[in-house]
């Protein structure tokens, strides 16, 4: 019932942009605070940046921090992540996952998302 589908994602040279967007089907989208995780080449699944129920508050990994942004449109139930000024070690399977509004203080823990969304590839080109 629940879908999560990510979109947008594709190959872009270093110094790039790409906007992220991840649609939010079968569910309240406002009821949850949704994030951004990656998983690179060879590497374990980590945060990149998480948003509050209203959008009110984020969250940003440092490998984040200046050049991501994270945004919701509640009555789109989308999320976006807008991602700047790219560079080849941000070369990734980007996901989008959701979790209940009151869990969002943990939302850099994987294992409190609920549900998870296929993912889109992202590959910078040096």
């Known amino acids: 019932q629940v879908q999560l589908v990510e979109s947008g994602g594709g190959l872009v040279q270093v110094g790039g942009s790409l906007r992220l967007s991840c649609a939010a089907s079968?569910?309240?989208?406002?009821?949850?605070?949704m994030g951004w995780f990656r998983q690179a080449p060879g590497k374990e699944r980590e945060f990149v940046v998480g948003?509050?129920?209203?959008?009110?508050?984020?969250n940003c990994a440092d490998s984040a921090k200046g050049r991501f942004t994270i945004s919701r449109d509640n009555a789109k139930s989308t999320v976006y992540l807008q991602m700047n000024s790219l560079k080849p070690e941000d070369t990734a399977v980007y996901y989008c996952?959701?979790?209940?509004?009151?869990?969002?203080?943990?939302?850099?823990?994987?294992?409190?998302?609920?549900?998870w969304g296929k993912g889109t590839l992202v590959t910078v080109s040096s």
């Open positions: 996952a959701a979790t209940w509004h009151s869990n969002y203080e943990n939302i850099r823990r994987s294992h409190v998302m609920a549900y």
């Open positions: 079968g569910l309240t989208f406002s009821n949850y605070a």
């Open positions: 948003i509050s129920w209203g959008g009110r508050s984020t």
